[in-house]
C-alpha cells in the first residue's frame, strides 16, 4: 500500500498536488488503498441516505462575504471546553485508522496537534491509547459505553491515566447498520483484529473486530 503525506517543509507530494478539492480525496484514496479498506471508509448504510442528506444540509450553509473591512486582525479560532483550537472543525473519530495509513491515529493527532485543531481519537482504535495522548495531549477520547459500570469505570480510569482530559461519549450506535452496505462479507472476514486502544481496560471484550461501523461488531 503507499501512503503520501504533506511533506513537513510543506512541499506537497505528487499524488496530493492532484488534490484540489474534498472530492478529490475520495479518487486518490480510491486508487491508493485496497479495495475493503476503501469501502469501510466510504460506505454508508442504506443506500448512503443519511450521508446523502448530511452532505445536502451542510450545502445549506455558505460564506456570506462582507468587503471593505479591516482583515489585519481575521481569525478562525474558536475556545472549545476551555482550550483555544485554530478553526472551529476538527478530527471526529475513525475507528481502525490503523487500516489505512501506518499507525494512523499517531498521523492524525500529530496532524490536528501541528494544525491547532480538535482531534477525538476513537475508541475502537489499533493504537494505545497512551501513544495517541503523548502524540497529542490535547485530543480527546471517544468510548463507546456498556450497561456495565465496572468495565466503564476502568475505562474512564485509564483514559485519564492516558492523559485525556475529554471523554466523547458515542451514543447513536444502539443499533448495527446495514450489514450489505456497510462492509462486504469479504472485507469483514479481512479485518480480525484486535484493538490495543481498549483491549486492556476491560471495557470491552475483543475477540474480533468490534467496530459498529464494519457492521460486524458488537458496540454496546
Ligand atoms: C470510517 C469511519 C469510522 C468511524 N468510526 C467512528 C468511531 O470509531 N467512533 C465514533 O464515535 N464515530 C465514528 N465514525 C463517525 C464519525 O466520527 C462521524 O461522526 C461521522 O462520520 C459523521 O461525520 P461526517 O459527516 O463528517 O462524516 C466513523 C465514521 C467513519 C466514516
Given at each position: 500500500m503507499t501512503y503520501t503525506r504533506a511533506r513537513s517543509d510543506?512541499?506537497?507530494?505528487?499524488?496530493?498536488?492532484?488534490v484540489r478539492s474534498l472530492e478529490?480525496?475520495?479518487s486518490v484514496a480510491r486508487r491508493?488503498?485496497?479495495a475493503p479498506i476503501f469501502g469501510y471508509i466510504h460506505a454508508s448504510a442504506?443506500?448512503?441516505?443519511?450521508?446523502?442528506?448530511?452532505r445536502d444540509a451542510f450545502g445549506e450553509f455558505e460564506f456570506l462575504p462582507r468587503f471593505l473591512r479591516d482583515v489585519s486582525e481575521r481569525s478562525t479560532a474558536v475556545?472549545?471546553?476551555?482550550?483555544?483550537y485554530a478553526a472551529p472543525f476538527g478530527i471526529a473519530p475513525?475507528?481502525?485508522?490503523?487500516?489505512?495509513?501506518?499507525?494512523g491515529d499517531l498521523v492524525l493527532a500529530e496532524a490536528a496537534g501541528a494544525l491547532g485543531l480538535p482531534m477525538v481519537m476513537s475508541g475502537s482504535s489499533l493504537i494505545p491509547m497512551e501513544a495517541v495522548s503523548q502524540a497529542n495531549p490535547d485530543a480527546w477520547f471517544q468510548a463507546y459505553v456498556t450497561g456495565d459500570t465496572d468495565r466503564n469505570a476502568a475505562l474512564v480510569d485509564r483514559v485519564a491515566k492516558a492523559g485525556f482530559k475529554t471523554l466523547v461519549i458515542t451514543v447513536d450506535v444502539q443499533a448495527q447498520p446495514n450489514l450489505e452496505t456497510t462492509m462486504p462479507e469479504e472485507a469483514r472476514r479481512s479485518f480480525r483484529v484486535r484493538s490495543p486502544a481498549i483491549s486492556r481496560t476491560g471495557a470491552r471484550s475483543l475477540s474480533s473486530t468490534s467496530h459498529p461501523y464494519d457492521g460486524s461488531g458488537t458496540a454496546t
Open positions: 510543506g512541499v506537497l507530494s505528487r499524488t496530493l498536488k492532484a478529490d480525496f475520495e491508493t488503498l485496497p442504506d443506500g448512503q441516505a443519511a450521508a446523502q442528506t448530511n475556545d472549545v471546553l476551555g482550550h483555544r475513525m475507528g481502525l485508522s490503523a487500516l489505512s495509513a501506518y499507525r
